[in-house]
């Protein structure tokens, strides 16, 4: 499958990968910043922002899908960097790919199985979707009902878009997510382990990353090192991208 990606910058080659119901340009307030030291190529995954859709949507399938992009253009290795979904992507490529990988950051997850903790989200998606919406006001009623949160609205709300009919619709596949919800929230690849150099950021207030995942994180990621971002939760680059953005410049530029 080929994705959707954003390059720029110029120097060694980093792969930014989104997280679940979002696009590329979340990622934008990391991408620019390294910009200036990387080449970065920012991706949508399958079923997200303007990549293709698919009825498949596992970990194997959306590493794989990055190793093509990888393939196609010509890149031998390369640093990873993925958020939530995103994370877990990267880390099902260098436990499968290892040989495709210079060094992994992972922000705010960990390589365990979740409980589902999107269920709201998914009814105010639905919401949207069962009417014919005609303004992101509209849309951002009918969510309120479900999400109290106003940013997370607005950054759902980003990946609502005009269809050929000129009506909103969401650009990620939302029936395929939800149907595959339960494969999102499993576990990444469990029989491999990865040498490459790691890093782990969490936001401080976020309970994803816990310390009973330590184990975990260990067993398949040998020479891992974390970072915690005090005043942030799972969204952690949005809330203090200038903390974030150092962790991962000065990790991947040390020697």
């Known amino acids: 499958m080929q994705l959707n990606y954003k390059q720029q910058g110029q120097g060694p080659n980093v792969i930014l990968i989104h997280g679940l119901f979002g696009s590329l340009e979340n990622l934008n307030v990391i991408a620019k910043p390294l910009s200036e030291h990387f080449t970065v190529i920012n ?6 922002g303007l990549s293709p859709h698919s009825d498949e949507m596992n970990y194997p399938a ?13 890149i031998d290795k390369a640093h990873l960097v993925g958020h939530s979904m995103g994370g877990k992507v990267a880390m ?9 990988v210079n060094k992994l950051v992972v922000l705010d997850i960990a390589p365990v199985s979740y ?9 105010a998606l639905k919401a949207v979707s069962a009417q014919s919406i005609d303004d992101r006001k509209q849309a951002d009623a009918l969510m309120q009902p ?3 949160e106003l940013g997370v609205r607005q950054f759902l709300l980003k990946s609502l878009a005009k269809n050929e009919e000129g009506h909103f619709a ?15 929230t499993s576990n990444v690849n469990e029989n491999n382990s990865c040498l490459c150099d790691t890093l782990f950021i969490k936001g401080n207030d976020s ?14 990621f040998k020479n891992t090192k974390a970072k915690i971002i005090h005043g942030a939760g799972h969204w952690l680059h949005a ?3 200038l903390a974030v953005n150092k962790a991962i410049n000065d990790f991947l530029t040390a020697v």
Do not use: G
């Open 115 to 123: 409980p589902a903790r999107h269920t709201k989200i998914l009814q």
């Open 146 to 148: 479900y999400i109290e």
């Open 43 to 48: 991706v949508d995954l399958r079923n997200h």
């Open 239 to 241: 809330q203090k991208p």
């Open 62 to 74: 959306m590493a794989q899908d990055i190793v093509e992009l990888l393939a196609h253009l010509n």
């Open 170 to 184: 969401w650009r990620f596949n939302l029936n395929v997510l939800n149907e595959k919800y339960s494969t999102i």
């Open 92 to 100: 099902e490529l260098a436990l499968t790919h290892p040989e495709l």
């Open 207 to 220: 309970d994803y990353i816990l310390p009973e995942h330590r184990t975990a994180i260990k067993a398949r």
